[in-house]
């Protein structure tokens, strides 16, 4: 009946709800058999009614389609709430004004489901493109474009959902109807490839993914005009297959494509250039370049924060990432924090039955396991694998990770059929959907041939060894970290037959490549990261050493190699320090210079936050904390990157104990002491040692184990505990103080120096790097068999590793004159420091930042601490002063009382050749950080107080108010920490004296020396430093240093040999007694020369 009105009412009617009600009363009268006069009569009033109406039916009509345009631009810039709205307001128009079976209703219902998919609501996405799709295969019929593109968009919902077996079938069928219908050239036929191939993909048919792709790419690549955004996104995923198919090299390169691509069409900050840089990280991890991949991942989680959100998929995606990198660098803690953030959206978003959260519960479970929370390690990954399984079948890559990971706690659990079970499984998958030459493939042979090797089955175990270091010197070359994995493995399998020097090549090479690696990798690293990265091949550095002492006849090429690896390891993040600091302090680039300038403001308001202390408010410290800390380690990683005449230091690496030798003087020795761990054939099972490496001219290298670590420090902790109590004694020493010391120092000479002792009899010159709670010993105090004490023999100097002797050769332009502080006034109020600032000279400006309180409670022990005046160390500085312009060495500029501030430091130390602090130190021991106020407690590395460099520090005038007052007036609070000392710049700077009590002491890095001031003026580019071990009196220390600076012309190990004989003689002179505790504080370390 409709088609007998003119078009525009039949249009009307199609859309009317009024018509509709009417043409159906018309249709009942004309079934009962009216006359046609009646129907016509009808028709004209129908007529009359629609041209009244008409004005307000294409109001309404054109209301609805103005939402879904307006929402289809929320969706663009992802204001998906708004959209939504949007599009179910026009839907209840569109309800109200269209029939339901119409095609512009069913483009209602299709938007919609495109909104809520993009929202990821899943469930009532699906509902409404299928009333989309039938309504449009109703009207449409099943052969049409619009169709197609119902179909297609349900199977990138069902691919979302993780129904990858159906979303492909939906997917196949919307391709074949566009090969039907279109242009083979057709855009839409293109997307159609590309999305077959990402669910191929999900599904690990990476194949047919690859085979999609490039067909895809075919089609785009023909495509008119310049930059093309499709086709950078199906580089993108082609790339994404290339990668698990291990072409990476193949894959970067695509990556770097895309980058391009996108950064021209887009700009630097768009969400694409995001993705890509995220898969750029991947791609850098898996070749092993580990900092390249974690600026990657920084920078694409950064835009990404900014486009989706705190709570989106894409953003946990490379919290994901992120996490798996810092645990591929032992930095578990940190991986453990991002992963579970990741695990709490991806279960928010998508539920916990899913393969996405499945697949990220695996990646904790391993970390749980690398952390020996074996119990968390199992639950998570059983729930992985039953989740994976169940949902994506047994054969999918996800299903290998599981049983990977799985079988790598069963076997440290010695649950060794199990992990064999799990590994068999794995590599069956892997032969299904891999080529024959893979990563995965590698990975689970190395591991197997372990499992073989515990259950005693070696012959199996040496064949699997073979092929995984085949496949993986064919994937990677020859220098990547699993081929040294491998080369472990080797190791392990030589020892446990029985052939030990052939275990030994093998742990040597391991070690090379993974040291290599790190001195690669570290370069970009803050020295926080670098320290943990370290571990990766300080284990294996272990295990060489391990196998070196199990050598049947250790031969001098075995010493020099095992030298060599320990010289070079040793003290290694330091240098990356230390090149990074010179290399700035010779840098023209502004922005280097501004980087560094920030950083060292960063590292001034980090050290006062923690002097502040925790106070009543937890949370809001802990955020500041985090967020400073943070902001340091990425300055010092952006420095290290920026700085490019630090990273062409190559000869400077070159260490090797045959340059070592050649520049000591025919007179020295140098004695390199290590804590190491000696590993034993189960993997939980250690024994920790020290060992000693004596370095001499003309002579091979000598290797000594000197026994258990836990024996060697009980007694060293007894030694530090008596020269501590015998020097806050009120009195002078007795016999009976200087029996008990012989008795602690006998048998202390007997565990680390008798051994050495031999070897450097015909030496005066020693050059001693200590290890571990070595650092806390004087050597100079040390008594030999012959009853004297080793500084009557010997001039003794103090380095942080043996490898300092190679960076002496370069030196920058000296600092002139010296600059003094003592007998601050601890007491000395705000306004006198002001009016001593003020008066005062001028001196360099250096920018601070201040922050806003008024009072300072200190942390717990610091807040306590209230200072006595020191006088004798006016004296002190009196004297010194006088005995440099005796010698007429510079000018001298020395500050006193109220003037001896932390401003008057900070300004005036640098660019002198000399500083002298005669001031109270301290060292808290980490007391500081170990729990907020109000029963909080929190992770240890969540604190700034992990930095040690926190811990120790010196005082100045004022600091018994604790800051109360600095703020307002612009000035610092008197309490200078170590951390605010490493931020400072003193390249030019020949020598610092800490003439206070134990600056010398700090938390001990074994392979990295004392974290403590010493360390940090050395991190600011003083050359040498001079720090006590235990309190010394103004008094002693007065004595000390006043005639210091006559001594040689400045060669200072021998001025203190001096000094401290000197004050022997003395002693012995007016029979009194020659403890170490009146002389020996004092250490010398740095520049030997």
Same mark, same amino acid.
């Given at each position: 009946?409709?088609?007998?009105?003119?078009?525009?009412?039949?249009?009307?009617? +199609?859309?009317?709800?009024?018509?509709?009600?009417?043409?159906?009363?018309?249709?009942?009268?004309?079934?009962?058999?009216?006359?046609?006069?009646?129907?016509?009569?009808?028709?004209?009033?129908?007529? %009359?009614?629609?041209?009244?109406?008409?004005?307000?039916?294409?109001? /309404?009509?054109?209301?609805?389609?103005?939402?879904?345009?307006?929402?289809?631009?929320?969706?663009?810039?992802?204001?998906?709430?708004? &959209?939504?709205?949007?599009?179910?307001?026009?839907?209840?128009?569109?309800?109200?004004?269209?029939?339901?079976?119409?095609?512009?209703?069913?483009?209602?219902?299709?938007?919609?489901?495109?909104?809520?998919?993009?929202?990821?609501?899943?469930?009532?996405?699906?509902?409404?493109?299928?009333?989309?799709?039938?309504?449009?295969?109703?009207?449409?019929?099943?052969?049409?474009?619009?169709?197609?593109?119902?179909?297609?968009?349900?199977?990138?919902?069902?691919?979302?959902?993780?129904?990858?077996?159906?979303?492909?079938?939906?997917?196949?069928?919307?391709?074949?109807?566009?090969?039907?219908?279109?242009?083979?050239?057709?855009?839409?036929?293109?997307?159609?490839?590309?999305?077959?191939?990402?669910?191929?993909?999900?599904?690990?048919?990476?194949?047919?993914?690859?085979?999609?792709?490039?067909?895809?790419?075919?089609?785009?690549?023909?495509?008119?005009?310049?930059?093309?955004?499709?086709?950078?996104?199906?580089?993108?995923?082609?790339?994404?297959?290339?990668?698990?198919?291990?072409?990476?090299?193949?894959? $970067?390169?695509?990556?770097?494509?895309?980058?391009?691509?996108?950064?021209?069409?887009?700009?630097?900050?768009?969400?694409?250039?995001?993705?890509?840089?995220?898969?750029?990280?991947?791609?850098?991890?898996?070749?092993?370049?580990?900092?390249?991949?974690?600026?990657?991942?920084? +920078?694409?989680?950064?835009?990404?924060?900014?486009?989706?959100?705190?709570?989106?998929?894409?953003?946990?995606?490379?919290?994901? !990432?992120?996490?798996?990198?810092?645990?591929?660098?032992?930095? !578990?803690?940190?991986?453990?924090?991002?992963?579970?953030?990741?695990?709490?959206?991806?279960? @928010?978003?998508?539920?916990?039955?899913?393969?996405?959260?499945?697949?990220?519960?695996?990646?904790?479970?391993?970390?749980?396991?690398?952390?020996?929370?074996?119990?968390?390690?199992?639950?998570?990954?059983?729930?992985?694998?039953?989740?994976?399984?169940?949902?994506?079948?047994?054969?999918?890559?996800?299903?290998?990770?599981?049983?990977?990971?799985?079988?790598?706690?069963?076997?440290?659990?010695?649950?060794?059929?199990?992990?064999? #079970?799990?590994?068999?499984?794995?590599?069956?998958?892997?032969?299904?959907?891999?080529?024959?030459?893979?990563?995965?493939?590698?990975?689970?042979?190395?591991?197997?041939?372990?499992?073989?090797?515990?259950?005693?089955?070696?012959?199996?175990?040496?064949?699997?060894?073979?092929?995984?270091?085949?496949?993986?010197?064919?994937?990677?070359?020859?220098?990547?970290?699993?081929?040294?994995?491998?080369?472990?493995?080797? /190791? =392990?399998?030589?020892?446990?037959?029985?052939?030990?020097?052939?275990?030994?090549?093998?742990?040597?090479?391991?070690?090379?490549?993974?040291?290599?690696?790190?001195?690669?990798?570290?370069?970009?690293?803050?020295?926080?990261?670098?320290?943990?990265?370290?571990?990766?091949?300080?284990?294996?550095?272990?295990?060489?050493?391990?196998?070196?002492?199990?050598?049947?006849?250790?031969?001098?090429?075995?010493?020099?190699?095992?030298?060599?690896?320990?010289?070079?390891?040793?003290?290694?993040?330091?240098?990356?320090?230390?090149?990074? $600091?010179?290399?700035?302090?010779?840098? =023209?680039?502004?922005?280097?210079?501004?980087?560094?300038?920030?950083?060292?403001?960063?590292?001034?308001?980090?050290?006062?936050?923690?002097?502040?202390?925790?106070?009543?408010?937890?949370?809001?410290?802990?955020?500041?904390?985090?967020?400073?800390?943070?902001?340091? *380690?990425?300055? @010092?990683?952006?420095?290290?990157?920026?700085?490019?005449?630090?990273?062409?230091?190559?000869?400077?690496?070159?260490?090797?104990?045959?340059?070592?030798?050649?520049?000591?003087?025919?007179?020295?020795?140098?004695?390199?002491?290590?804590?190491?761990?000696?590993?034993?054939?189960?993997?939980?099972?250690?024994?920790?040692?020290?060992?000693?490496?004596?370095?001499?001219?003309?002579?091979?290298?000598?290797?000594?184990?000197?026994?258990?670590?836990?024996?060697?420090?009980?007694?060293?902790?007894?030694?530090?505990?008596?020269?501590?109590?015998?020097?806050?004694?009120?009195?002078?020493?007795?016999?009976?103080?200087?029996?008990?010391?012989?008795?602690?120092?006998? @048998?202390?000479?007997?565990?680390?120096?008798?051994?050495?002792?031999?070897?450097?009899?015909?030496?005066?010159?020693?050059?001693?790097?200590?290890?571990?709670?070595?650092?806390?010993?004087?050597?100079?105090?040390?008594?030999?068999?012959?009853?004297?004490?080793?500084?009557?023999?010997?001039?003794?100097?103090?380095?942080?590793?043996?490898?300092?002797?190679?960076?002496?050769?370069?030196?920058?332009?000296?600092?002139?004159?010296?600059?003094?502080?003592?007998?601050?006034?601890?007491?000395?109020?705000?306004?006198?420091?002001?009016?001593?600032?003020?008066?005062?000279?001028?001196?360099? #400006?250096?920018?601070?930042?201040?922050?806003?309180?008024?009072?300072?409670?200190?942390?717990?022990?610091?807040?306590?601490?209230?200072?006595?005046?020191?006088?004798?160390?006016?004296?002190?500085? %009196?004297?010194?002063?006088?005995?440099?312009?005796? !010698?007429?060495?510079?000018?001298?500029?020395?500050?006193?009382?109220?003037?001896?501030?932390?401003?008057?430091?900070?300004?005036?130390?640098?660019?002198?050749?000399? %500083?002298?602090?005669?001031?109270?130190?301290?060292?808290?021991?980490?007391?500081?950080?170990?729990?907020?106020?109000?029963?909080? #407690?929190?992770?240890?590395?969540?604190?700034?107080?992990?930095?040690?460099?926190?811990?120790?520090?010196?005082?100045?005038?004022?600091?018994?108010?604790?800051?109360?007052?600095?703020?307002?007036?612009?000035?610092?609070?008197?309490?200078?920490?170590?951390?605010?000392?490493? &931020?400072?710049?003193?390249?030019?700077?020949?020598?610092?004296?800490?003439?206070?009590?134990?600056?010398?002491?700090?938390?001990?890095?074994?392979?990295?020396?004392?974290?403590?001031?010493?360390?940090?003026? +050395?991190?600011?580019?003083?050359?040498?430093?001079?720090?006590?071990?235990?309190?010394?009196?103004?008094?002693?220390?007065?004595?000390?240093?006043?005639? !210091?600076?006559?001594?040689?012309?400045?060669?200072?190990?021998?001025?203190?040999?001096?000094?401290?004989?000197?004050?022997?003689?003395?002693?012995?002179?007016?029979?009194?007694?020659?403890?170490?505790?009146?002389?020996?504080?004092?250490?010398?370390?740095? *520049?030997?020369?």
């Amino acid at each position: 009946m409709v088609a007998i009105f003119p078009g525009p009412i039949k249009k009307f009617c +199609q859309k009317s709800v009024l018509s509709r009600l009417f043409i159906r009363s018309l249709l009942r009268i004309c079934l009962r058999g009216i006359m046609l006069t009646i129907i016509t009569t009808l028709a004209t009033i129908l007529i %009359i009614t629609l041209t009244a109406l008409w004005a307000g039916s294409s109001e /309404s009509d054109s209301k609805w389609a103005e939402l879904i345009r307006s929402a289809d631009s929320l969706l663009e810039v992802r204001s998906l709430d708004s &959209a939504i709205v949007l599009g179910r307001k026009a839907l209840m128009l569109a309800e109200l004004q269209l029939p339901e079976n119409d095609t512009a209703f069913a483009g209602v219902l299709f938007k919609l489901g495109l909104y809520l998919r993009a929202d990821t609501n899943f469930g009532e996405s699906e509902i409404y493109l299928n009333r989309a799709l039938g309504i449009r295969e109703n009207v449409l019929g099943r052969e049409h474009p619009v169709v197609a593109q119902t179909i297609f968009d349900l199977a990138r919902l069902h691919n979302l959902k993780g129904n990858h077996s159906y979303s492909e079938q939906l997917h196949r069928q919307a391709l074949a109807m566009r090969l039907r219908l279109l242009d083979p050239e057709d855009p839409a036929i293109a997307e159609s490839y590309n999305f077959l191939a990402l669910v191929c993909r999900n599904q690990n048919k990476l194949f047919e993914a690859e085979e999609y792709y490039n067909k895809s790419i075919e089609i785009r690549e023909k495509s008119p005009g310049g930059l093309d955004p499709d086709l950078a996104g199906t580089l993108l995923e082609l790339g994404v297959v290339l990668g698990r198919q291990g072409r990476l090299e193949e894959a $970067r390169q695509i990556y770097l494509r895309c980058l391009g691509i996108y950064s021209d069409l887009y700009g630097p900050d768009d969400i694409r250039v995001g993705r890509c840089l995220s898969n750029l990280g991947t791609i850098s991890c898996s070749q092993g370049d580990y900092a390249a991949a974690e600026e990657y991942f920084r +920078q694409s989680l950064k835009i990404k924060r900014i486009h989706r959100g705190e709570r989106h998929p894409d953003v946990a995606l490379n919290l994901w !990432f992120l996490g798996e990198l810092y645990c591929n660098t032992n930095n !578990f803690g940190r991986a453990e924090e991002l992963l579970t953030q990741a695990l709490d959206i991806y279960i @928010e978003v998508f539920g916990e039955n899913h393969p996405v959260p499945a697949q990220l519960m695996n990646a904790l479970g391993l970390v749980y396991h690398k952390m020996g929370k074996f119990e968390k390690a199992e639950k998570y990954l059983l729930q992985s694998h039953e989740i994976t399984a169940d949902l994506l079948g047994e054969d999918h890559l996800n299903v290998i990770t599981c049983c990977l990971d799985l079988s790598l706690v069963y076997r440290d659990a010695h649950k060794y059929f199990k992990a064999d #079970s799990l590994l068999a499984k794995a590599l069956g998958i892997c032969e299904k959907i891999y080529p024959s030459c893979h990563p995965m493939t590698a990975e689970i042979l190395n591991n197997l041939a372990l499992v073989y090797l515990k259950e005693g089955f070696y012959d199996r175990s040496r064949m699997l060894i073979d092929t995984s270091l085949n496949m993986r010197i064919s994937l990677f070359g020859q220098g990547h970290t699993t081929v040294a994995d491998c080369y472990e493995t080797y /190791s =392990d399998y030589f020892n446990n037959i029985g052939e030990v020097d052939s275990a030994f090549v093998y742990a040597g090479r391991a070690c090379d490549i993974k040291m290599s690696n790190f001195d690669d990798n570290a370069l970009y690293m803050s020295e926080k990261d670098a320290l943990i990265f370290s571990r990766l091949y300080k284990n294996s550095m272990h295990k060489l050493l391990t196998r070196y002492f199990e050598l049947n006849v250790p031969n001098d090429a075995a010493a020099k190699s095992v030298a060599d690896i320990i010289l070079c390891g040793k003290g290694q993040v330091s240098d990356r320090i230390f090149e990074r $600091r010179r290399a700035i302090a010779k840098e =023209d680039d502004p922005d280097i210079k501004n980087i560094a300038k920030t950083l060292q403001i960063t590292k001034f308001d980090l050290s006062r936050l923690f002097v502040d202390g925790i106070g009543q408010d937890a949370i809001s410290y802990q955020w500041k904390t985090d967020s400073l800390m943070s902001l340091a *380690d990425s300055l @010092e990683s952006e420095l290290s990157r920026r700085s490019a005449s630090y990273r062409r230091q190559k000869d400077y690496r070159d260490i090797r104990s045959e340059r070592v030798a050649e520049r000591l003087p025919d007179n020295a020795a140098l004695i390199e002491f290590l804590a190491y761990t000696k590993m034993a054939s189960e993997p939980t099972t250690f024994d920790s040692r020290y060992l000693a490496v004596i370095i001499r001219v003309d002579h091979e290298p000598v290797i000594i184990d000197l026994g258990r670590a836990a024996e060697i420090d009980a007694v060293v902790e007894k030694y530090r505990q008596h020269m501590f109590t015998t020097a806050m004694q009120s009195r002078q020493c007795l016999q009976s103080d200087l029996d008990a010391y012989r008795i602690i120092c006998a @048998e202390l000479v007997e565990k680390i120096w008798k051994p050495v002792s031999i070897y450097i009899s015909d030496y005066d010159l020693l050059l001693i790097a200590p290890d571990g709670k070595l650092n806390n010993i004087s050597f100079a105090g040390l008594i030999d068999d012959s009853g004297r004490y080793l500084i009557e023999k010997y001039i003794i100097h103090y380095l942080s590793a043996g490898r300092d002797i190679l960076r002496q050769v370069a030196k920058s332009e000296t600092g002139e004159g010296l600059f003094a502080i003592g007998d601050p006034d601890y007491d000395a109020s705000v306004n006198a420091r002001v009016t001593a600032r003020k008066n005062g000279p001028a001196g360099p #400006s250096i920018p601070f930042a201040y922050g806003s309180k008024s009072m300072r409670s200190g942390c717990g022990a610091l807040n306590e601490i209230m200072l006595d005046p020191l006088p004798g160390t006016r004296q002190e500085l %009196i004297m010194i002063a006088a005995s440099w312009e005796k !010698f007429g060495l510079g000018p001298v500029s020395f500050h006193m009382g109220e003037k001896a501030t932390e401003d008057c430091f900070k300004k005036k130390a640098p660019g002198n050749e000399i %500083i002298h602090l005669a001031t109270h130190g301290y060292f808290l021991d980490g007391v500081c950080a170990s729990e907020p106020q109000g029963g909080i #407690s929190l992770q240890e590395n969540e604190w700034a107080g992990e930095n040690p460099l926190l811990q120790s520090g010196l005082f100045f005038a004022g600091a018994n108010l604790h800051g109360q007052g600095a703020d307002s007036a612009g000035i610092d609070d008197g309490i200078l920490t170590a951390y605010e000392v490493s &931020a400072l710049d003193l390249d030019g700077t020949k020598i610092v004296v800490l003439s206070a009590c134990e600056t010398g002491l700090g938390r001990i890095h074994e392979g990295e020396g004392v974290y403590g001031l010493r360390r940090a003026f +050395q991190m600011a580019g003083a050359r040498t430093v001079v720090s006590a071990l235990w309190p010394v009196s103004d008094r002693l220390t007065s004595e000390l240093f006043s005639s !210091f600076y006559e001594r040689n012309g400045f060669q200072i190990s021998r001025a203190m040999r001096e000094v401290q004989l000197k004050k022997l003689k003395e002693l012995r002179s007016t029979n009194k007694i020659d403890h170490p505790a009146d002389w020996a504080a004092f250490v010398v370390m740095g *520049d030997w020369q």
